[in-house]
């Protein structure tokens, strides 16, 4: 496939995003997207077959996504404290930008008694966003950045809350500081006190 064709898969799945955040996964069709983005629907058949299709596909790029941009930074021997931070900054932003959230639609798709549970990319993504953040606390605590934790039950803690909150959000009023008061007590638990404290 082609840049151009690229680039309208791109804009498809940008605009699918929004309207699987606003309507959740269940209510969005392929007529829905085609309105969205202005393709007929045999441009939009070219690219993709289903709605499921789409979403599993914007599904699966976050923890891609995530990994990659870790792992460069592993590699490129950036601080853990630093690439923590600039973790934990784009959850916050993300946990509290509810209109947004994909959370609904994830819990709609899955729950379908029709998705297979062999092919469930929820759990290949949880394996891959904590593969990433294993690797991130292991690389801080070899550093002597971060505490000796347990790294799985960390992540843990991470994703449930980040998750936790999500949903939450979609189901009431949230207060706007509760995201940046987990993320700071997940830093305090991971950071030595010395680099918390600039000491």
Same mark, same amino acid.
């Given at each position: *496939?082609?840049?151009?064709?690229?680039?309208?898969?791109?804009?498809?799945?940008?605009?699918?995003y929004r #309207?699987?955040?606003? %309507?959740?996964?269940?209510?969005?069709?392929?007529?829905?997207?085609?309105?969205?983005?202005?393709? $007929?629907?045999?441009?939009?058949?070219?690219?993709?077959?289903?709605?499921?299709?789409?979403?599993?596909?914007?599904?699966?790029?976050?923890?891609?996504?995530?990994? &990659?941009?870790?792992?460069?930074? !592993?590699?490129?021997? +950036?601080? =853990?404290?630093?690439?923590?931070?600039?973790?934990?900054?784009?959850?916050?932003?993300? *946990?509290?930008?509810?209109?947004?959230?994909?959370? #609904?639609a994830i819990?709609?798709?899955?729950? &379908?008694? =029709? !998705?297979?549970?062999?092919?469930?990319?929820?759990?290949?993504?949880?394996? @891959? $966003? %904590?593969?990433?953040?294993?690797? #991130?606390?292991?690389?801080? +605590?070899?550093?002597?950045?971060?505490?000796?934790? &347990?790294?799985?039950?960390?992540?843990?803690?991470?994703?449930?809350?980040?998750? /936790?909150?999500?949903?939450?959000?979609?189901?009431?009023? *949230?207060?706007? &500081? @509760?995201?940046?008061?987990?993320?700071?007590?997940?830093?305090?638990? #991971?950071?030595?006190?010395?680099?918390?404290? /600039?000491?």
């Amino acid at each position: *496939m082609g840049l151009k064709g690229e680039k309208t898969k791109q804009e498809i799945r940008e605009n699918a995003y929004r #309207l699987f955040a606003e %309507k959740g996964f269940k209510e969005v069709t392929m007529k829905d997207i085609c309105e969205r983005t202005g393709l $007929s629907r045999g441009g939009l058949y070219r690219h993709y077959e289903s709605t499921e299709q789409i979403f599993l596909e914007i599904v699966n790029a976050f923890s891609d996504q995530q990994k &990659n941009e870790v792992f460069a930074k !592993i590699e490129q021997r +950036i601080s =853990a404290a630093r690439i923590l931070e600039e973790l934990l900054s784009r959850y916050v932003s993300e *946990m509290n930008d509810y209109e947004n959230s994909l959370s #609904l639609a994830i819990y709609e798709f899955y729950s &379908n008694p =029709a !998705i297979s549970k062999e092919d469930n990319s929820v759990k290949k993504q949880y394996e @891959i $966003s %904590k593969s990433t953040w294993v690797e #991130l606390i292991n690389y801080g +605590i070899s550093r002597k950045e971060f505490n000796s934790v &347990n790294p799985e039950a960390v992540f843990n803690v991470i994703v449930f809350a980040y998750q /936790g909150v999500r949903m939450y959000s979609r189901l009431m009023k *949230m207060d706007h &500081n @509760i995201p940046a008061q987990i993320m700071d007590e997940i830093k305090r638990f #991971l950071l030595l006190e010395e680099i918390q404290y /600039g000491k």
